[in-house]
């Protein structure tokens, strides 16, 4: 899938298996076309990408008041959270070092730099140390 991005002018990302079976079936619909509209998956949508993302800010925040969330949970949100579960399953599941995970991490996130990466994780708490105690008996 080929994306506008605020830092590049074109993107190309691979859409995950999980997700691909989550999709109605997008062939009929032109290259041009968004994923998404204020109507529908798939289609159309001639407005300004500022109506797009006002759009679903103002969809979002009847979820949000819903349940009652706080300012710190926004759409990007759930892309830090995924990081984070991604980052824990990595470590665990395949026994990488954290530098090998960060660096799988960074072509899954397309990040740029690892230090950035590295923020991310920091921020949202997703690289936390193994138990410490022994060192301390």
């Not at 997703?126 to 410490?132: G, M, R």
Request: contains cysteine.
């Amino acid at each position: 899938m080929q994306v506008r991005a605020k830092n590049k002018l074109v993107k190309e990302k691979i859409i995950p298996q999980i997700l691909y079976n989550k999709l109605p079936d997008l062939s009929a619909f032109s290259n041009e076309d968004h994923l998404f509209t204020n109507l529908q998956i798939g289609g159309e949508w001639n407005v300004s990408d500022a109506s797009k993302r006002d759009f679903f800010t103002k969809r979002y925040k009847k979820v949000k008041d819903h349940f009652e969330l706080n300012v710190d949970y926004g759409l990007y949100s759930f892309r830090h959270t995924t990081i984070s579960e991604l980052y824990r399953e990595l470590s665990k599941e395949q026994n990488m070092t954290p530098h090998a995970v960060k660096s799988k991490l960074m072509l899954i996130t397309g990040h740029t730099s690892m230090s950035t990466l590295e923020s991310c994780l920091r921020d949202i708490d997703a690289q936390l140390p193994e138990d410490f105690s022994h060192y301390l008996e």
